[in-house]
């Protein structure tokens, strides 16, 4: 079982509706959880990052957690074109809470149909 | 303007010859790390320091090395690359207070060993 789980999609969504991107992780303990957005041929770049149960909300974004069902959620609202590209999810494990280190998912390429 | 750089941004050798991908920051971070990436495994940490003279194994370490003499420059050297080394590398820093809060990728390296 991987410590980081994504589908790997492509995930088709019209453009102006709601996208879900779902990850879940394997160890409960995990304290931080991450979103990157990563473009063709570019490198991953942040765009959400939330520690406690429940909704953070930026912008179009909101990242959802839920620690008991361990699984950590991206919601784009109103998407739109620009945002076709893969979700990384990313996770700080309780093992490595003293240490500077994260566990990245293998992504979920989003496409934005116009 | 604050970024993350890395040379070559392409690289085609031969299997057994020794390459340097160099890798520097001007943002004055102290954490640096290196990751690959391949098809469907997502992002892999490689390696990581946490300050000059202070790294230590990711989770793909093997046939790679790394040093920290200065705070702003992380070299990764591949001592006698092998195909399997194929893929993407990224470089990242981060400043180490926030706990990964945010890294900064570099733009990638794609290495292909022959």
């Known amino acids: 079982q991987k410590e980081v789980e994504q589908n790997s999609g492509p995930l088709s969504v019209p453009e102006g509706a709601i996208a879900s991107l779902n990850c879940t992780y394997s160890?409960?303990?995990?304290?931080?959880f991450f979103w990157y957005r990563q473009y063709s041929g570019k490198s991953p770049e942040l765009i959400m990052s939330?520690?406690?149960?429940g909704d953070k909300e930026d912008g179009r974004f909101t990242a959802q957690l839920n620690k008991a069902s361990q699984y950590v959620s991206l919601l784009i609202r109103d998407s739109q074109p620009s945002d076709s590209a893969t979700y990384l999810c990313a996770v700080k494990p309780l093992r490595y809470s003293s240490a500077s280190k994260i566990i990245f998912g293998s992504g979920t390429r989003l496409s934005i149909r116009p | 303007e604050a970024q993350v750089t890395q040379n070559p941004r392409y690289l085609i050798t031969v299997t057994g010859k020794k390459l340097t991908v160099t890798c520097s920051q001007n943002m004055n971070h102290e954490y640096m790390s290196w990751y690959r990436q391949d098809p469907g495994l997502g992002l892999r940490q490689i390696y990581y320091?946490?300050?000059?003279?202070?790294?230590d194994k990711g989770d793909v370490p093997e046939g790679y090395k790394v040093s920290r003499k200065e705070k702003r420059n992380f070299p990764l050297i591949l001592e006698s690359p092998s195909p399997n080394q194929t893929s993407l590398y990224f470089c990242a820093s981060s400043p180490q207070g926030q706990g990964l809060v945010k890294q900064f990728f570099g733009p990638g390296t794609r290495l292909t060993v022959l």
């Open positions: 320091s946490m300050n000059v003279e202070v790294t």
């Open positions: 160890d409960r303990g995990s304290q931080s």
């Open positions: 939330i520690y406690s149960n």
